[in-house]
């Protein structure tokens, strides 16, 4: 009870050790100077950062972190992060493979640590959903706040997981509900070079399939709001 009292000692640690787990003394003590609250709560960020799974500490130790919090365990708090940042958080675990079991907006979102995740490409659904990423999360839902019904041929309320960057056959007569393609006629460009480079639709004369393609070829050029075109149906 008196380690608890005086905070300098985790109380998992306490929970589950053997022994009596020994306290964290001050840097500020040695010096003789009464400890500041910045250097109390770096003390502790790095107590509690010592504790964490290396992927996680990793996380909280990148620049675009600042501003992280969380709700609870897993749930990630975005709100008040800057586009940049969250863009950069989101690029980050996506890029490391992080597991998510629902669809992540800027109230924030559910992402785990996955060994064996693959890597994935984090495109912005603001770029190029009416939602503008800002429809409700598992986090929004978990504090009570009702999703909104889904609009039929539209991408409004109606993912149930990470936007696919491909448009909907159906587009604005779709009606499945958890449909995670574009319903739109527009879907932003990535500024990434194409794995198949100028071979890219080589196949098909018509270069059609090459008007699809996300990314960048030899001799474009990449720019904000470089979009590919919906084909209309025939």
Known sequence: MAAMNRGDVLWGDLMCDDEPAAPVTPVAAHAGVRETADQRAKRESDIWLAHCDDEEALLWRQPFAENLEMYWSDYYDTRTMSEEHYNE?????YARGWFMDCEP????CKAVPDNEGESRIWVPPSRFSAMAG???????KAHGKPAPMAAPGTDAGRRKGAPVPRFCRAATACEDEGC???HGDTI???????????????ADPSGAKRSQCLFMHPGETWTEGLTIQRIPAA
């Open 134 to 140: 800002h429809g409700p999360s598992c986090c929004s």
């Open 188 to 202: 932003p460009r990535v500024n990434k070079p194409c794995g198949f480079g100028a071979a890219c639709g080589a």
């Open 89 to 93: 958080f989101m690029s980050w675990i």
């Open 180 to 182: 995670r393609y574009v």
């Open 105 to 108: 907006n800027r109230a924030g």
